[in-house]
């Protein structure tokens, strides 16, 4: 556990660039000859750790010729293997932002991009906290520092805990909810998942952001919150400002404010077995593991239900 520094951009550029100039090791992943036979490195996002843990063994126990070494690490670190080609295939909850972009652009790398579906940032907080709806403006104002009490200054303090530096969720929620500003100072940063989800579930006062996959099937010692904006309504029917989960039907419609875009990322262009992977995870059998791991799929028709609760299932 560590204190979260307030210089986050920079610290990100100074890893990022730092490893654009460490030494590549450029050129087709070794014993790959085939798209279902051979094998290959995929760097994955901690964040997706679960899901894509399952992935690969749906694959591989399709095609038993296959085989895939997970590097999973935190998403600014794999994309930063990536870009020194270290890693040539990689899997984020996030989208890569304008900065790396530019960055690989410069170094003339010829990337391909797939969306395979869709997750949100999880808003938790400790079981002894009563409140379970928050504004997107409020948890501006608490995750920034500025708000550092639940109900008044006379209220238990508010524990902040975030992810690593590298974090895709705090990516994800410092552009959507804190406008690209800084968290405050005094959060906790966990680089591991595990590690922040039992510190919010062992801390009275306790706020956090995590990843929704890390936390399917993991939700019974917090608090899920539900989280409104003003410009959200789902049509004219509905007031504004109504309150959602990051239940899977509510990230899908776009009413959860916090959805992270799942992305796999490759620099190969050959049809060997990376690429025989990127198929199968864009294909049905790809796509229901993401639905049965509580994402929502991007390249097959989902199924919506009516619900009954708001909370994570």
Same mark, same amino acid.
């Given at each position: 556990?560590?204190?979260?520094?307030v210089?986050?951009?920079?610290?990100?550029?100074?890893?990022?660039? %730092?490893?654009?100039?460490?030494?590549?090791?450029?050129?087709?992943?070794p014993?790959?000859?085939?798209i279902?036979?051979?094998?290959?490195?995929?760097?994955?996002?901690e964040?997706?750790?679960?899901?894509?843990?399952?992935?690969? $063994?749906?694959?591989?126990?399709?095609?038993?010729?296959?085989?895939? %070494?997970?590097?999973?690490?935190?998403?600014?670190?794999?994309?930063?293997?990536?870009?020194?080609d270290?890693?040539?295939?990689?899997?984020?909850a996030?989208?890569?932002?304008?900065?790396?972009?530019d960055?690989?652009?410069a170094?003339?790398?010829? !990337?391909?991009?797939?969306?395979?579906?869709?997750?949100?940032?999880?808003?938790?907080?400790?079981?002894? *906290?009563?409140?379970?709806?928050?504004?997107?403006?409020?948890?501006?104002?608490?995750f920034?520092?500025? !708000?550092?009490?639940?109900?008044?200054?006379?209220?238990?303090?508010?524990?902040?805990?975030? &992810?690593?530096?590298?974090?895709?969720?705090?990516?994800?929620?410092?552009?959507?909810?804190?406008?690209?500003?800084?968290?405050?100072?005094?959060? $906790? #940063?966990?680089?591991?998942?595990?590690?922040?989800?039992?510190?919010?579930? &062992?801390?009275?006062?306790?706020?956090? !952001?995590?990843?929704l996959?890390?936390?399917?099937?993991?939700?019974?010692?917090v608090? *899920?919150?539900? *989280?409104?904006?003003?410009?959200?309504?789902?049509? #004219?029917?509905?007031?504004?400002?109504?309150?959602?989960?990051?239940?899977?039907?509510?990230?899908?419609?776009?009413?959860?404010?916090?959805?992270?875009p799942?992305?796999?990322?490759?620099?190969? !262009?050959? =049809?060997? *077995?990376?690429?025989?992977f990127? %198929?199968?995870?864009?294909?049905?059998?790809?796509?229901?593991?993401? =639905?049965?791991?509580?994402?929502?799929?991007?390249?097959?028709?989902?199924?919506?239900v009516?619900?009954?609760? =708001?909370?994570?299932?």
């Amino acid at each position: 556990m560590k204190r979260l520094s307030v210089p986050v951009r920079m610290f990100f550029t100074a890893v990022f660039l %730092a490893a654009l100039l460490m030494p590549g090791c450029a050129g087709k992943e070794p014993g790959s000859t085939s798209i279902t036979k051979g094998s290959f490195r995929l760097g994955c996002d901690e964040a997706l750790l679960p899901v894509m843990q399952h992935e690969i $063994r749906e694959f591989t126990g399709l095609y038993t010729e296959a085989k895939v %070494a997970l590097r999973d690490a935190e998403a600014r670190e794999v994309i930063a293997e990536f870009a020194v080609d270290s890693i040539r295939t990689i899997v984020c909850a996030r989208e890569l932002n304008k900065e790396e972009r530019d960055a690989l652009a410069a170094a003339k790398v010829t !990337i391909q991009e797939y969306l395979v579906a869709r997750s949100a940032v999880a808003v938790i907080a400790h079981k002894g *906290v009563l409140v379970t709806e928050l504004r997107v403006g409020e948890l501006d104002s608490m995750f920034s520092g500025r !708000i550092t009490h639940w109900s008044g200054k006379r209220g238990t303090m508010i524990e902040l805990a975030v &992810g690593g530096l590298n974090s895709s969720a705090n990516e994800v929620f410092r552009k959507s909810v804190l406008r690209g500003g800084g968290f405050d100072p005094a959060a $906790r #940063s966990f680089p591991a998942s595990k590690d922040l989800l039992s510190y919010v579930s &062992g801390t009275p006062g306790a706020l956090g !952001i995590l990843a929704l996959n890390r936390l399917t099937g993991n939700d019974g010692g917090v608090n *899920v919150i539900s *989280v409104a904006t003003s410009a959200m309504r789902p049509d #004219s029917t509905y007031a504004p400002g109504a309150y959602y989960s990051p239940h899977p039907a509510y990230v899908y419609q776009g009413y959860y404010p916090v959805i992270a875009p799942v992305y796999v990322y490759t620099r190969n !262009i050959e =049809q060997d *077995v990376s690429m025989g992977f990127i %198929a199968f995870l864009t294909s049905g059998a790809g796509q229901k593991v993401f =639905q049965n791991d509580g994402l929502v799929p991007a390249t097959m028709p989902v199924r919506l239900v009516h619900l009954t609760s =708001q909370q994570v299932n």
